[in-house]
């Protein structure tokens, strides 16, 4: 009753439903009124009217999907009728919006006339991109799509047929790897004869399954050749010639069954009948066929997949629909073809063969996934779903003729495909070209760590960094093995214990705080033994490597005390300061000083808002700077509000063409319409990008706040003024956390100078593996 209460509040609570209609132009002023309607807007009409194709120029078309039901057979529930199935469609919507930023207007036709559905739909192509059938009951679902890709120019989509089809055939491929059998010599019960029992049938049989090893079953039993009870044309081709007549006799033997049907149907007899390491996917919702628990009860070799969240492998047509539209929509398919569904399988077939990043870990409590019986199939919430699927779908139907727009550049196409997952993601993958465009070296104190381990593959396969890891060889290849990580030995491995470099570091690291209390033999243990922190920053300082990372296992004084000591800051500066990327989902905004001066005076804010610019606009971005206080312009006269008057004044005078302006509150900083209403005779000329706080207390209130109630994504601390690129990692920094920053430590070791060599250093390459192989392996 709770979990009831809760979806009907989710639903009425606000603005009911889930979804609404936004603008995506201004409709401030009159300007913008005659340019929207008329008589602007007939300049777009005569536009289309001499050039149809100029629709998705000048309209939402090319990013509109209709989802079209007429609620006859809606989830678990049945035939409800189209006004109550209104909440799944909208839900549906949602999905497309938050997976694949598609667009959707929810059409519910009340009709049961396949027919009359077949005549609304084409009298609506001139509105969408593409067509999602959506809970409409077989067989007319059948006929209903046949004629739709018949006469429509547009895509046409049963997803109630196709997705399942889909994502279920994604994890079988992976499931016969696992099991060690081949779909050519498999025999498969499919327990179900509708939409989706159709469509996996046909989609097993087009990746080679043989039609002779194929059974069907419905409620009336094995679909035979020459039944006539319950039959229609979409069964009969599923005929078999055989003297099976019940689901338990098809079960004896069989090496994989699909149930798509009804809580209950499949038994433990059954499992117990089937052949070696047999594989369930029990897919009626809610309540599957069989549960993982039953099944195993009887077979410990049993793989299973279910439809529902709380088992693995869940079988979510969420991983299949948004991204296949997406991919067909940006190409302007003229429809969805086999070979277009096929590349969406063997797509997420790969991809849950991948390492499974932390963020969707964390989304799923923190579990950890990785290839094998319990991980066939990727997660709902795995970002990359969409940057493999979308890609995969838009090759397919450039190669089969279909797509009226192709895409030249696919590698530009998948950043794009990054860009609408969010700000965030389009800013770093600007960062990450420019460090690949020159990768440096960058030294991990805590090579034995886990996640710095996974980082450094995912830095080695994509030529982000040359990764130099600190620790134990012995202890780091053991894990590298555990792991299943192939570095492709794009790595060297120093053991700070055994290197020969040890003794001349101590030496040095002696000479440099030889009157700050450190003997020569305390030097020795840190360098060897105590701290891998001081070995790197040593590695840096000689340029041995080009850049340090570290922090995920210690604590941030820990990890900067060293740096301070060993690297320093830069001639001529009072201090290191620190700095926070904070990404929004269409803005980016710099944060400093949030992590190092307590209370800086103004030389010192001087300092930072000069060293938060430059790093700004090292990363691509075009720096406005605001000096913050709790006054606007003079508005109230304090100590604190004159010093950072005075930071104003010294920065103009140091860099005279840096866009700046100050003292100013946080709103006026950021809202454009405020600054200039309010203030006209400012010098900045748009809203403050760069944020640069009176004291470390407010900037890091602020940027923690940010992360927690405002949705932004924190990135760094990034250090700044150093004498060579050192940069923090937190702890609890997720594996892209780590990726993201040595990118970032590329970068400002690219502007540093010359690469650093380990020349002289003892390189020892991490082992590589043998490749992948197998069944499906580079399909």
């Known amino acids: 009753m709770k979990k009831m209460s809760d979806a009907l509040e989710y639903h009425a609570t606000g603005r009911k439903g889930k979804i609404e209609v936004i603008a995506t132009k201004p409709c401030q002023t009159a300007q913008d009124l005659s340019l929207a309607y008329s008589p602007g807007v007939a300049e777009p009409c005569l536009a289309i009217e001499q050039n149809p194709e100029d629709a998705y120029q000048y309209t939402a078309k090319g990013n509109l999907v209709a989802v079209v039901s007429n609620g006859t057979a809606v989830l678990g529930l049945g035939n409800i009728g189209a006004l109550a199935g209104k909440p799944v469609m909208e839900g549906k919507g949602v999905l497309f919006k938050r997976f694949a930023d598609v667009d959707v207007f929810d059409i519910e036709l009340n009709s049961e006339d396949p027919d009359e559905i077949i005549k609304a739909c084409q009298l609506l192509e001139p509105t969408f991109g593409g067509i999602n059938l959506e809970d409409i009951k077989a067989p007319e679902c059948f006929y209903i799509e046949e004629e739709l890709k018949k006469t429509m120019n547009i895509p046409v989509f049963h997803d109630d047929q196709h997705g399942t089809a889909i994502i279920s055939a994604a994890g079988l491929i992976n499931a016969l790897e696992l ?39 419905d409620t009336k039993g094995v679909i035979y050749k020459g039944r006539v009870e319950g039959m229609n044309k979409y069964k009969e081709r599923f005929a078999a010639d055989t003297p099976l007549r019940t689901l338990e006799e098809a079960a004896v033997g069989c090496d994989v069954m699909y149930g798509l049907s009804s809580k209950g149907a499949i038994t433990q007899d059954m499992v117990r009948s089937m052949a070696a390491n047999p594989i369930i996917f029990a897919m009626a919702n809610p309540d599957p066929e069989i549960t993982p628990e039953e099944a195993h009860a009887v077979r410990g070799d049993v793989l299973i997949a279910t439809g529902r969240s709380d088992y693995p492998n869940q079988v979510n047509n969420v991983l299949g629909f948004p991204f296949i539209f997406r991919g067909a929509l940006d190409v302007r398919a003229t429809t969805i073809n086999e070979e277009m569904k096929k590349a969406a399988v063997f797509a997420l077939a790969e991809l849950a063969r991948e390492e499974c990043p932390d963020s969707v870990c964390r ?56 860009s609408l997952q969010g700000k965030s993601k389009e800013t770093l993958r600007q960062i990450i070209n420019k460090a690949k465009c020159d990768p440096k070296t960058v030294v991990f104190p805590e090579g034995e760590n886990d996640k710095v381990l996974r980082a450094a593959q995912m830095l080695v396969e994509q030529g982000i960094a040359r990764p130099i890891l600190l620790g134990n060889e012995d202890k780091i290849r053991c894990t590298l093995k555990h792991l299943d990580i192939d570095l492709n030995g794009g790595v060297t491995i120093i053991d700070p214990a055994t290197s020969e470099h040890s003794e001349s570091y101590a030496s040095e690291l002696f000479l440099l705080r030889q009157r700050k209390g450190l003997t020569l033999s305390e030097a020795r243990r840190l360098i060897s033994r105590k701290s891998r922190t001081h070995f790197g920053c040593m590695m840096v300082r000689r340029g041995h490597a080009d850049a340090l990372l570290a922090g995920v296992d210690a604590n941030y004084a820990d990890t900067i005390r060293p740096a301070l000591q060993v690297i320093g800051k830069q001639e001529g500066l009072s201090s290191v300061h620190g700095l926070y990327m904070m990404v929004f989902k269409k803005d980016i905004f710099f944060l400093a000083d949030t992590t190092v001066c307590i209370d800086p005076d ?33 508005s109230v006269r304090h100590p604190q509000a004159d010093r950072v008057r005075s930071a104003v004044e010294m920065v103009k005078k140091r860099a005279p063409g840096l866009d700046i302006d100050g003292e100013m509150q946080a709103d006026t900083a950021v809202v454009s319409e405020m600054l200039q209403a309010n203030f006209p005779f400012t010098t900045l000329k748009k809203a403050a990008n760069v944020l640069v706080f009176p004291d470390l207390t407010s900037g890091n209130i602020c940027y923690k706040l940010l992360r927690q109630l405002g949705g932004a994504d924190a990135i760094g601390p990034i250090l700044m003024g150093m004498n060579k690129p050192v940069h923090i990692l937190q702890q609890g ?9 040595a990118a970032i430590a590329v970068v400002d070791a690219q502007t540093c100078g010359k690469s650093a060599t380990v020349a002289d250093a003892p390189e020892k390459k991490a082992p590589r593996p043998a490749q992948f192989t197998g069944a499906y392996a580079g399909a």
């Open 733 to 741: 920094d997720d594996v892209m956390d780590i990726v993201n920053m």
């Open 179 to 217: 099991v060690g059998k081949k779909i050519e010599d498999v025999k498969i019960v499919v327990n179900g004869a509708g939409a989706s029992a159709n469509a996996c049938a046909n989609l097993a049989i087009s990746l080679g399954l043989k039609l002779e090893n194929l059974i069907m079953c």
């Open 602 to 634: 103004a030389a010192e804010l001087a300092e930072t808002a000069i060293l938060a610019a430059d790093k700004a606009a090292m990363l691509g971005i075009d720096p406005s700077v605001a000096m913050l206080s709790m006054s606007n312009f003079g």
């Open 363 to 418: 989304a799923y409590g923190d579990v950890k996934f990785s290839f094998g019986r319990d991980y066939i199939i990727p997660k709902p919430f795995d970002p990359r779903a969409l940057l493999r699927v979308a890609p995969a779908i838009a090759k397919a139907a450039m190669e089969t003729g279909v797509a009226r727009q192709p895409i030249a550049d696919m590698n530009k196409y998948v950043e794009h495909l990054e």
